[in-house]
């Protein structure tokens, strides 16, 4: 196991999922980005490695998935909350390991450092109404 933060993976993934985005560059794995370099021990290199190799390769599956949670078109979501919802829906979707709860704190956070002055709520809303759909066991409430 990585001792690397997690939440430091996801901060990182933000930025080169949102350069892929704006470049149509592929994201590069944590040893080719030279600008993250003081950040090594800093942030868990196996997650984040897995976002920017796996959000590309699934961002069709993913955005089908996000798109009846939206009340618009993904391409009209500002880009960085767009990256956010983006590494959220990776998580609840194929990173089953990390409970919901976890994924919704982390973006709303992300979105709260990099979003819109509001953009955190509306990335609340829709990874909350996902998680319910990609998670139903995990979010149902005990009886």
Known sequence: MNSGSR???RRAAVQ???QWEMTADAPQRFEDHDDLDQERGHIDVVLFDELVREIPRRVEQIDQALSPQMDRPIDEVDPVE???LR??????LFHLQTPYRVVLDEAVELAKVFGAEH???YVNAVLDKL???ARRD???EPK
């Not at 590494?87 to 609840?92: D, K, V």
């Open 119 to 121: 953009g955190h709520r």
């Open 16 to 18: 080169a999922i949102y």
């Open 87 to 92: 590494i959220g829906a990776y998580e609840l």
């Open 131 to 133: 998680a319910v759909e």
């Open 82 to 84: 767009r990256a956010i």
């Open 138 to 140: 995990e979010t149902r």
């Open 7 to 9: 939440h430091g993976a």
